[in-house]
């Protein structure tokens, strides 16, 4: 079973990032379809807040994938967009490494109060 309003709000963030942002658009994009597809990764997400819009879990979690890039964590550190240069992932590339990401960091990840 996936979270409707997570999933909703993934899909306007893609939309809101396409044009300024494309690799995180397709970042978010990827990430979306992740949690569709692994009900316990949704529900950990879903488990941060019950108004995904408000708490911004997307911008979160964008976040969160940055900040692997910048402590230097492969595959984020590779996959990073510098200035004027572009980054052309697979999708099996970015799920790949969503997928590791997610896996990783989930004991981390704050559940929402009772």
Known sequence: ???TALLDVFD????WCAAPAPFTARVRARSRHWLQHDAAAAAAFDAQSTDPPAAAVP???A???HHLALQGAEPWQ???PFAGKLVDASANQL???ITRAGALHRPARR???G
């Open 59 to 61: 911008l979160r979690w």
């Open 95 to 97: 799920d790949d490494a």
């Open 63 to 65: 976040a969160a994938l």
């Open 12 to 15: 306007r963030q893609v939309v």
């Open 111 to 113: 559940q929402r109060p």
């Open 78 to 80: 590779s996959l990073r």
């Open 1 to 3: 079973m996936t979270c």
